[in-house]
């Protein structure tokens, strides 16, 4: 019991001494500071992972204009080169009219490559392919329910 109060006494001791106190106040100040500084951190944490949504959906935003301009790109090409295959056509026509079958036969084939190129410019428009998966789901629909009334 007596070195229980020894133990006691350095203890009050040390608690008194003004070297202590003033390194607890100093670890007490530092705890704060550092209390402060995590939360700071964490508000630019918030704040980058704010922008990087921000910065995601603007990114969304610019391939969707992307792919609207594009889809306007191919449809200024399929109107171009219609234009020119009919032009072929009433040359080759005119030219045929004229007597002048080698030329003629020069510009019907040059109209020709035109509505081939035409062809794969229509097919890769985006209301094209649309129209083609409802096509593709309407006759699947339509084998299904032929499927369920052949099973009756």
């Known amino acids: 019991m007596s070195s229980d109060l020894g133990n006691m006494l350095r203890i009050l001791q040390v608690l008194r001494d003004e ?5 607890l106040t100093d670890v007490e100040r530092l705890v704060a500071d550092v209390d402060e500084r995590l939360e700071h951190v964490e508000q630019v944490e918030n704040d980058a992972e704010r922008a990087v949504r921000d910065a995601e959906a603007a990114l969304d935003a610019v391939d969707d204009r992307l792919e609207q301009f594009d889809e306007m790109i191919s449809l200024l090409e399929a109107k171009i080169e219609a234009a020119f295959s009919i032009g072929f056509f009433f040359f080759a026509i005119d030219r045929w009219t004229a007597d002048d079958p ?3 036969a020069g510009l019907l084939f040059m109209g020709l490559l035109g509505v081939s190129s035409l062809a794969v410019t229509v097919r890769r ?3 094209v392919r649309r129209l083609r998966s409802v096509g593709r789901y309407a ?3 339509l084998d299904s329910t032929d499927e369920e009334d052949d099973d009756e």
């Open 125 to 127: 428009l985006p209301q």
């Open 19 to 23: 070297g202590f106190v003033d390194a």
């Open 139 to 141: 006759t699947n629909r």
């Open 102 to 104: 080698l030329l003629a």
